[in-house]
């Protein structure tokens, strides 16, 4: 049976513009010395890599710590927590449950303090911080006794890899290169999300940013191939471009409700439901997204985008010159191709043609780009004049 009595005793140090000692929520705010700080062993709460048993086994894998304090506070300043807990780990996520929602409004309280003292429509936001260093048990007699708290390391990530010395297909190697070599902004952008998303777990980033840089990188690239006003009739008409299935155009709309509609991501839920959770450390978020980790809707989204990206061409249309080779020769640019800024853009390219006709200049401009790029004229497979004649968009097959 549960005591109604504390049987824990949490100290955190805290730092703010203004400190007011005293009682607050169930919390006492007092001044304590470094000599105190230091003779109780104050230190900030740490997770430690535990020993891996079977090191026969195991020979190399990836671990994570379940906690890192990044904070460092040197404060004469302590909030002091009691709470009735069945083991440290609850105590301690009770406690800074509680320590956390004062400091919220004591930040918010410092601002409306200044507003008054200094007759000010608005004041900056200056909130207060605060960091657990000191978890005791109280015996029956209310004294403090040094507890044991273990955050460790648990969970083993790809043991004894690599797997394979190869790529399991022989094309996978021109595939990389292709890629890596393959310069497209949203393309850039869409893959670091997804990156970040996948190790956000193991670099303990929160749920709400891992939810949300798994979905961005689907919604990077949904939004730049349709500026259509809804989500679901953006990714509708990407799907056609990029050749998405069905069944993911279905779970990217699951994704997108999960991420929308529950819990603390991009429209907050009505409740937290975490604080309903039983107490536990760390301290869990309001977040419901069930995606993200080993999901392969995502990178496919990305594989399929560098395909259709891959078979697109943008082409400038410009007038021809005459030059001077480095022979003395002197040479022309008429119905010729050219790459412009290959460092920073792929596939943007300018033909140089005094060619009028429309008719014309779509057959010069397929055979001098099937000429280029060692392709089939069939394998050209659209080639379309934008309004003014000074763009070409220009689509091949992609074997």
């Known amino acids: 049976m549960r005591r109604d009595k504390p049987n824990y005793r949490i100290y955190a140090l805290i730092i703010g513009e203004i400190i007011h000692e005293g009682n607050f929520f169930g919390c006492e705010i007092r001044k304590m ?5 230091k003779r109780r062993k104050f230190f900030p709460i740490q997770s430690i890599f535990s020993e891996i048993h079977d090191t ?3 020979k190399t894998y990836a671990t994570s710590l379940p906690y890192i304090d990044p904070i460092r506070i040197k404060s004469k300043y302590v909030v002091i927590c009691d709470i009735n807990e069945h083991e440290p780990k609850a105590a301690l996520g009770g406690a800074i449950k509680i320590i956390d929602r004062l400091c919220r409004f004591l930040s918010i309280v410092y601002v409306e303090d200044a507003k008054r003292k200094f007759n ?3 004041f900056g936001l200056l909130p207060y911080l605060y960091q657990v260093n000191k978890i005791y048990s109280l015996n029956t007699n209310g004294d403090e006794v040094n507890t044991d708290l273990k955050l460790e390391s648990g969970h083993i990530y790809l043991p004894n890899r690599p797997e394979l010395k190869k790529w399991r297909d022989k094309n996978t190697q021109k595939f990389l290169e292709d890629i890596f070599n393959f310069h497209d902004d949203v393309l850039e952008r869409a893959i670091k999300y997804l990156y970040r998303s996948s190790i956000g777990h193991f670099i303990l980033d929160s749920p709400e940013k891992i939810a949300l840089d798994h979905f961005k990188s689907i919604e990077i690239i949904v939004n730049s191939l349709s500026k259509k006003k809804e989500f679901k009739q953006r990714l509708e008409e990407a799907a056609n471009k990029i050749n998405l299935t069905d069944e993911e155009k279905k779970e990217i709309l699951k994704m997108w409700d999960d991420r929308s509609s529950y819990g603390d991501v991009a429209h907050p839920s009505p409740y937290d439901q975490a604080e309903r959770y039983p107490n536990q450390f760390p301290v869990p978020s309001n977040v419901q997204y069930p995606r993200g980790g080993f999901d392969s809707i ?3 989204v990305c594989l399929k985008y560098f395909t259709y990206k891959k078979s697109l061409f943008s082409v400038d249309i410009d007038e021809p010159f005459a030059y001077t080779d480095n022979s003395g020769n002197k040479q022309s640019t008429e119905n010729t191709l050219s790459e412009v800024n290959a460092q920073w853009e792929s596939n943007r390219l300018c033909f140089f043609t005094s060619e009028r006709n429309k008719i014309s200049l779509k057959q010069k401009l ?3 780009f099937a000429e280029e790029y060692k392709i089939a004229e069939a394998d ?3 080639v379309k004049i934008e309004p003014g004649r000074k763009k070409v968009a220009l689509r091949i097959k992609i074997a």
């Open 33 to 37: 010395t470094f000599a105190e700080q």
């Open 298 to 300: 995502a990178v496919n």
């Open 366 to 368: 397929k055979k001098a």
């Open 120 to 122: 000010r429509e608005r």
């Open 56 to 58: 026969k086994y195991y």
């Open 380 to 382: 050209v497979l659209e």
